[in-house]
């Protein structure tokens, strides 16, 4: 309500536009995660990453909740097929767009919950992932799913062999 009062009816492009301008005057040269409330990355005018919130429905086979969000059954052929159409989805509106320096996949997994399946686990999520991506964003970097703290090595070992960030 407040933007509102201050910039009026079409307040969600003043918003958007000011935003822009404080970031380049602060030094801030790039939006952060989560950025395409309110269509700012649209307007391509700061460099941005995306975060595709990737959830199969389908969660890995005998996963224990822990610190960190559900691994996807990396097994299913509905893993890939779900993560392809999701890609696909986010595809139409920046496949080729130059603003565009990344995409996360995923957010925080809770690997610690695979128990002596990570590494296979990993191998093969990460695997999948980026061959994903590189088939329908081959010019975008593949940004990992940033992991948590205290997460077992395997799970950090097999992002780094696929990610081309790990964060």
Known sequence: RNLERKYGPNWRDCFADTLHTRFRSWGINTLGNWCWSGGIWYMRRTPYVLTIDYSSGTVFPGWK???????PDVGSPKFAADLAERVEAFAKNMKDDPWCLGVFVDNELGWSGCGDK?????EKYYSTVRAVLKEKLPNHLYLGSRINIGIP???WRAAARHCDVVS
């Open 118 to 122: 990570v590494a296979d686990a990993a």
């Open 153 to 155: 090595e395997a799970a």
């Open 65 to 71: 909740r822990c610190n960190g969000r559900p691994v």
